[in-house]
């Protein structure tokens, strides 16, 4: 059955070895902008987002231990600190999944028995019990081959990985690869943009990818669920991660799962498009699901060209961007400086420039402008059309939709500058002077069509900055039209 009415979108969960920064922050606001969007569209109760975190694993009990309190302790902590971020931020998701629910490892042990019996399409047992022996980059929470290190080391993390010698459970992958190559190539499975389809199926097609262990040893990770079958063992924290995008709909007979699944985007940026192009979709084949409709892949993104790090101390917190500019000029700020999908450097020296020259003097300056004059020279009384089916409104809308949010919020800043710009050519104040009828006429158009580009701005807007647009919305449609008492944006100090 195509379910075509709803949508679901989700984040990746992130580890909690570290606090929220901006880099995760990006995703989480494209993830809100474009549930908002589809609530608007399809009402409320049909759109589904889910973030959350990822909490098991050696990387996390590692952090834990280095500063000596339980693993559980710790999650409790630095995942409070995610969700804080995010409520600061105002992101509207639905639910946050910890790895640590008790739900969750639930049906964790759920799915892991249905791999268990599991038959490949070639009838081979799907998961099988093998010694490995080979390389492991915690930071990655990957095995890893040695040719993909560089002078010895992970190349994302620049560390000796450790040395293994382990009895695992292993995932049957190559039966499934021809299956996955598949449907990627003819977009069942659609990879967007488009490069990182090309990178994707470049792996698939020339690389002998080896099956991947579903297990640890408790004895080197004993942070974790536990293999249903076998005491000895805890699953791989990256089967535990990828399920919470099906546990979190209460796979296999919830109602959420029902109506829900298959995801309609998955967003994330390239770091993890292995494991969400290669590993999730053979997973969710082994369990006979549908796969997602589409991955969105984006950049990662820099500080001054550097990755950020803590050893570096370039990690920026977006708590402090709140602080500076609020939740929805932030959301602005990170969105309009570069496109959707590109390996970028976030800039936030450029930052107060541009709020002051965009929200203060653009956006905040037109609405009080305009309220202004129509409060004075027309007693609050203006003829809207509130039309909404305009060729503005629907481009900036298509914009949306092909996550293209920087045209998106050009688009809308274009005709915010054309509106001041005839503010400042009508010189309404003039015209309010003249005993001439025909000015006085041009007076009401004028004013007319300003206050109408001012309702397609903030419905435009409204995925983007829900409270300015309602705000505007809410003095544009008042029984008299008053500018209002506080600006919109205040202007930053210094
Ligand atoms: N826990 C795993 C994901 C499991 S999903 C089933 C993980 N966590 S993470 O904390 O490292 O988050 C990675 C994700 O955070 C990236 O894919 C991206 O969405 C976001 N980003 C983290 N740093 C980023 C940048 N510097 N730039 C852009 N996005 C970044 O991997």
Known sequence: MLKENKYYITTPIYYVNDKPHIGHAYTTIVADVLARFWREKLGKENVYFLTGTDEHGAKIAESAAKLNIDPQTFTDQVSKQFQLAWKNLDISY??????????????????????????????????????????????????????????????????????????????????????????????????????????????????????????RSKLSVPWGIDLPWDKDQKAYVWVDALSNYITALDYPDGKNFQKFWPADCQLLALDILKFHAIFWPALLMALDLPLP??????????????????????????????????????????????????????RVEDFPAKYNADLVNGLGNLVSRVTNMVEQYLSGQVNLSKDINTEFVQSVHAKIEQLKFRDALLDIWKLIQNANVLVDTSKPWLLSKSENPADQKTLVEVLTTLSNDLYQIAFALKAFMPETAQAIL?????????????????????
């Open 293 to 346: 409709k589409v991955l969105n892949i984006h950049g990662f993104f820099t500080i001054d060209g550097q990755k950020m790090s803590k050893t570096i101390g370039n990690v920026i917190d977006p708590n402090t961007l709140v602080e500076t500019y609020g939740a929805e000029s932030t959301k602005y700020l990170i969105l309009s400086q570069f496109a959707f999908g590109a390996e970028s450097d976030i």
């Open 94 to 215: 639905d639910q946050f999944i910890r790895t640590t629910d008790e739900k969750h490892k639930k049906i964790v042990q759920e799915i892991l028995l249905k791999l268990k019996i599991a038959q490949t399409p070639n009838g081979n047992d799907t998961i099988y019990q093998a010694d490995y022996q080979g390389l492991y980059c915690v930071g990655c929470e990957k095995f890893i081959l040695e040719s993909e290190l560089v002078d010895g080391l992970c190349p994302d993390h620049k560390k000796v990985p450790q040395s293994l010698s382990e009895k695992n459970w292993f995932f049957r992958l190559a039966d499934y690869l021809p299956s996955i190559i598949n449907k990627i190539k003819n977009n069942e499975l659609v990879i967007f943009p488009e490069s990182r389809k090309n990178e994707v199926l470049g792996i698939l097609e020339k690389q002998a990818l080896p099956d991947f262990s579903i297990s």
């Open 474 to 494: 809410n003095i544009l449609t008042a029984t008299e039209i008053k500018k209002p008492v506080e600006p919109l944006f205040k202007r930053l100090e210094n």
